[in-house]
C-alpha cells in the first residue's frame, strides 16, 4: 500500500511538473511572438504590398495570442485602420512598387469597402501599380477590385455580380404556435427591428426605407465599378441580370469585367514581368502584419496641438462575454471623453462611431458627455458602417458629421419588448 501511494504521489507530482513547464514555455513563447510582430520591418527595394483579404473587418484588430496556436491561419480579422494606414505607408514609402490585392472574402459592410477604395484611389496619385487577382470575386470585393490598374482572374473562377437585395425573417406564426405573444412598445414610424415579431409581412414603411437605402448602396456601387472599368451603368445592370457567375471567363473578359484569365501560380510572374524583374530575381512581398511595423515617416509635432481620434464601435452596453467582439460600454467612453476634455494638449477629438444602436440609457449618457466634451473643444463625428438609432444619438451632437454615401444611419426612435407566455404554460405538450 505504502508503496501505491508513493508512485501515485510521484506520478501526480510528475504531471504537475510538467504542466507546469509546458505553461512556462507557452508563455515565453507568446511574449517572444507579441514581441517579435512589434519588430520594425525593413523594406527591400522592388517590394509589394499583399492586401491578403480573408476574413472579418473589425473598426480596429483586437490581438489574440492563442490565435497563434488554436486559430485557423487561413481567415483572419483585420483592422480597417491598420489597412488604411498601410496603404498610405505603401504609397510614400520609395521601395514598394505598388500593391498586390488577393480578393479572397471579406465580411464587412459597403461602407468599410468604399472607404478602402477611397485609400486605393489615393494610392493610384503615386503613380504606382495595383492589381488584383481572385478565384472567385465576392460582389463587394469585386466593387473594391476595380480600383485595380489590371483585374485578373482564375480561367476557372468566378464573379458574384447580382445586385443587392433584403430578406427579413418573420416569426409571428412560430411564435403563435408556440403560444407566445410579444407585447410592443414602439415610438418612430421607420423603427423596424419588431415587425419579425408582430408582423408576417414588411410594413409599407419598412419597405420604403429598405428600397432607399438598397438603390442607394447599388447605384453607388455601379457608379464606382462604371468609372473604374468604363461599363456604362446600364449594361453593368444587364450584366447583373444575368447571372455572370455561372458564365464562361472568357466572356468576363468580353464585358470588360477582368483583364486576364490567369492561374494563381502564375501571378508571381506575372507581377515580376510587370516590374522587369528576372526569372531568378527575389520579389519580396509585406503582408499587412508587416506592413503595419514598416516605420511612418512623420514628424514630432512639439508644439503640444494634439487631435485625438476615439473609436466608438460595436452595439451600446450590450453585455458581449465575448473578448474580441466589438462593443461600445457607455461607462468607459464617459471616462474617456472626460479625460480627453480635461487633457490640455487635445484641441480638438474625432469621434469614430460605427454602431447599429443598443441601450438608450447608455446611448444619452455618452450623448451628455459629449455635449460637456464639445462645450471645450471642436467634435467631428466620422460615421464607419452604421451611426443607427443609438449610434445616430451619440453622434448627432457634434459640431460635424461626416459619413461615407454607403453609411447606414438614422432610424430614430426607441422600441421594447415584452414576452407573454401564458398560452405557453398552459399548452399540453404530451398532446404535441
Known sequence: ?????????ATVTGLLITGIV????????????LSGSDTETVVRKKSVMMLDLNGQLQERAIENPLELFFGNNSYSTYGLDDILSSIKKAKE??????IYIQANHLSTSFASLQEIRDALMDFRSSDKFIIAYGDFYTQGLYYLST???????????QIEWRGLASTPIFYKELLDKLGIEMQVFKVGTYKSAVEPFINTEMSEANREQVNEYINSIWNEMVKGVSESRHITPESLNQIADQMVMFTQTEKLVDYRMV????????VRTYLKDMMKLGEDDRLPVLGLPEMVNVKKNIPKDKSGNI??????????DSGSSSSIEEEIVSNKVIRDLRKLKDDKNVKAVVFRVNSPGGSAFGSEQIWYALEELKAKKPVVVS???????????????????????TTLTGSIGIFGMIPNVENLTKKNWNKI
Open 307 to 316: 487631435i485625438a481620434i476615439y473609436y466608438a464601435a460595436g452595439a451600446i
Open 147 to 157: 480600383i485595380a490598374d489590371k483585374i485578373l482572374l482564375n480561367p476557372k473562377g
Open 93 to 98: 514609402h520609395d521601395n514598394i512598387e505598388g
Open 22 to 33: 509546458f505553461f512556462l514555455i507557452s508563455i515565453v513563447t507568446i511574449i517572444g511572438m
Open 1 to 9: 500500500m505504502k508503496d501505491f501511494l508513493k508512485f501515485t504521489f
Open 259 to 266: 483583364d486576364t484569365l490567369i492561374y494563381k501560380n502564375d
Open 383 to 405: 460615421m464607419g458602417n452604421y451611426a443607427a438609432s443609438g449610434g445616430y444619438y451619440i453622434s448627432c451632437g457634434a459640431d460635424y458629421i461626416v459619413a461615407e454615401p
